[in-house]
């Protein structure tokens, strides 16, 4: 079936850095945009990083631009985030997302379950 | 980043309607097509609507979309116990080049 897994969260200090990994399955990972949004315990869903389909496009939230970093290999069918100079407000689960075809709408019709990242010393 | 604004929380009995309005401006919701989301306790968010009315395949008919300028509104009518769960406008904002969510709306059947 088509899914999302998200893996790679996890405790890191402040100022450390993590690399959260997106493994696709079901449908053809390389025809569909993808995204990252984080959500922080007990607060709304924030937008945060999109990348098209060739990966030579992005865009990033002002509040990581300079810090994550959005990638994927279509070979491996995976979507990754890497983050650097981690701050305790990125405690947050972070979820991918695939962007829908069947609209032109900045939509996301499929969604992982999720990886925990926490920023604490 | 700026974010679409909703109301914090709205409430009805069973079988009522309730509607909830995301408000934002022209370098979004003004200018490009709004979704809506649903996250029930626990869960990823499922998406109900897209392109400001449009429902997916397997959405059913009681959730319905609409947009008047900046505003966009999702209305669920004959509410279910079941609908008791956080929902979520999303669109692009063109002047940001980055997706903006809503600050989420908490639906409580009573």
């Known amino acids: 079936q088509v899914q999302l897994v998200e893996s790679g969260g996890g405790l890191v200090e402040p100022g450390g850095s993590l690399r959260l990994s997106c493994a696709a399955s079901g449908f053809t990972f390389s025809d569909y945009n993808m995204t990252w949004i984080r959500q922080a315990p007990g607060k709304g869903l924030e937008w945060l990083s999109y990348?098209?389909?060739?990966?030579?496009?992005?865009f990033y939230a002002n509040s990581v631009r300079g810090r994550f970093t959005i990638s994927r290999d279509n070979t491996e069918n995976s979507l990754y985030l890497q983050m650097s100079s981690l701050r305790a407000e990125d405690t947050a689960i972070y979820y991918c997302?695939?962007?829908?075809?069947?609209?032109?709408?900045?939509?996301?019709?499929?969604w992982g379950q999720g990886t925990m990242v926490t920023v604490s010393s | 980043q700026s974010m679409l604004t909703q109301p914090p929380s709205v409430s009805a009995a069973p079988g009522q309607k309730v509607t909830i309005s995301c408000s934002g401006s022209?370098?979004?919701?003004?200018?490009?097509?709004v979704s809506w989301y649903q996250q029930l306790p626990g869960t990823a968010p499922k998406l109900l609507i897209h392109e400001d009315q449009k429902r997916p395949s397997g959405i059913p008919d009681r959730f319905s979309g609409s947009k008047s300028g900046t505003s966009a509104t999702l209305g669920i009518t004959g509410l279910q116990t079941g609908d008791e769960a956080d929902y979520y406008c999303g669109t692009w904002d063109t002047s940001l080049s980055a997706g903006v969510f809503g600050t989420g709306t908490k639906v409580t059947v009573l």
């Open positions: 997302a695939r962007r829908a075809t069947m609209t032109t709408s900045h939509s996301f019709d499929i």
């Open positions: 022209n370098s979004n919701t003004g200018n490009n097509y």
């Open positions: 990348i098209t389909t060739s990966g030579r496009t992005m």
